[in-house]
């Protein structure tokens, strides 16, 4: 049994699959408790499925691409099942984790999407750099920018795990707080191979709707 905040069907708003529709299953729960949060809902509320249940509902939307979310997704262990299990089905799966939690035991059809928290999120210390020996070259690294020091803390990062070489590297910013521009050209001056994004949802969208 699987507590679930929402499922869902939309646009996938970030990540290299930006724009494509997706089936979102947002677990309820995490174990962070980031600044900038904007799902702060889905850390209590839910409802109890089974993950046949779960599956059941994806599938009314008649869609390949599913994404697992949250709230932190791994917070829950039978999640790891749910991904395999929605695999095994055919459906091409994305996780998106904040980076706290071990990611050795999932299924490696899975695409993690995988958050490296900066120092302004105010969970720095919760990063399990682990994981990196875990990230295979078709995941992806998202770094959520929200000022300088997040910049040169990220570059320190990059170089001294070798990310770039390692999997796609993702660079967008706090919503509201930080200047998209001034992320890209610092990429650009320093000629990062990275690739910056920006949560097409929220430009779409009021940036506070739920459920998109
Ligand atoms: S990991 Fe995600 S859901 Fe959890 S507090 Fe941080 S931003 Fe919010």
């Not at 490696?108 to 105010?122: F, W």
């Amino acid at each position: 049994m699987l507590k679930v905040n929402e499922i869902y069907f939309s646009i996938q708003g970030e990540s290299t699959k930006a724009g494509l529709p997706c089936v979102f299953v947002r677990l309820t729960y995490c174990n962070l408790r980031c600044k900038y949060c904007d799902t702060e809902y889905a850390f209590y509320e839910g409802y109890d499925l089974t993950i046949e249940e779960i599956i059941g509902e994806v599938k009314k939307f008649d869609c390949k691409l599913v994404e697992i979310t949250g709230g932190e997704p791994l917070v829950q262990s039978e999640a790891i099942t749910l991904m395999s299990k929605l695999c095994d089905d055919g459906f091409e799966v994305l996780l998106e984790t904040g980076g706290s939690l071990s990611i050795k035991e999932i299924d490696p059809r899975v695409k993690i999407i995988m958050d490296l928290k900066c120092p302004t999120s105010g969970m720095l210390k919760k990063n399990h750099y682990e994981n990196i020996e875990f990230i295979k070259s078709s995941d992806e690294i998202k770094f959520v920018l929200g000022s300088r020091e997040d910049y040169e803390w990220t570059k320190e990062i990059l170089q001294k795990y070798n990310l770039t070489k390692k999997c796609i590297i993702l660079f967008s910013v706090v919503f509201g707080e930080l200047e998209p521009v001034r992320v890209v050209e610092w990429i650009l001056e320093d000629k990062l191979d990275v690739r910056f994004q920006l949560q097409m949802h929220k430009f779409i969208w009021e940036p506070t709707t739920k459920g998109v």
